[in-house]
Structures are given as C-alpha cells and as structure tokens.
C-alpha cells in the first residue's frame, strides 16, 4: 500500500509564503511524476504544478513566478514553496503523484489527503 501524506498548510496574510510537504511511503519501485492540485468548494480539483522524477515542470500561468515545485527522490518527497500568496490561492491543495508500487504491475496513480491554505488579512 502508498500514502501520500501532506503537510504545510495553514493560515497566512496576502503576500505571506508557505510551503507543502507531500511524502510518499510505502515499497516504491519507481516514481514517475509528483505534483499538486487544488480545490475551492464547488469547484473542479485542478492541477497546479508537477515535476518529474528527473526534474521536469510544468506550471499553471497563475502559479509561474510565484510557486516553485520541486522533488527529492531519495526522500520521496515533493515540495511547493508557495510565495507572494494571494486570497484567491485559498484552496485546498491536494498532492498527486503516480507511482509503481512493488506488488502491482506498472504505474497508478495516488492523492494525498489534502491540506488546507487559507489566504486571507
């Protein structure tokens, strides 16, 4: 079994930085791509950003300049340093990854549990 367990979330004024810790565990063969979503109630859960195991990203325009993903495969880790945040940044941040897990037969995909960002004065 994978978990993706996330971290960093919180309340912050506009301007403020923050940022989120995705890890995977479990027995993990390989890791093919981490990244984010976000989601505001009654909304779609959209991709943010994501980046490959070898360092490749790709970024929402709202996202470019001021959000930076980035991975530590020997920790299995993704992280999004987010800055200059703005209300409408206010979701909840969801990471996503897929990954081939020892005991299946190639790459699925996973979600975090989600964590909150609230942006606001």
């Known amino acids: 079994q994978l978990q993706l367990v996330e971290s960093g979330g919180g309340l912050v004024h506009p301007g403020g930085s923050l940022r989120l810790s995705c890890t995977a565990s479990g027995d993990i063969v390989h890791i093919y791509t981490m990244g984010w979503y976000r989601q505001t109630p009654g909304k779609e859960r959209d991709l943010l950003t994501s980046?490959?195991?070898?360092?490749?990203?790709n970024y929402r325009d709202s996202a470019k300049g001021r959000f930076t993903i980035s991975i530590d495969n020997a920790k299995n880790t993704v992280l999004l340093q987010m800055n200059n945040l703005k209300p409408e940044d206010t979701a909840v941040y969801y990471c996503?990854?897929?990954?081939?897990?020892?005991?299946?037969?190639?790459?699925?995909?996973?979600w975090g549990q989600g964590t909150q960002v609230t942006v606001s004065s």
């Open positions: 996503n990854a897929d990954i081939w897990v020892r005991g299946t037969w190639g790459r699925r995909n996973y």
């Open positions: 980046i490959t195991s070898d360092g490749n990203t």
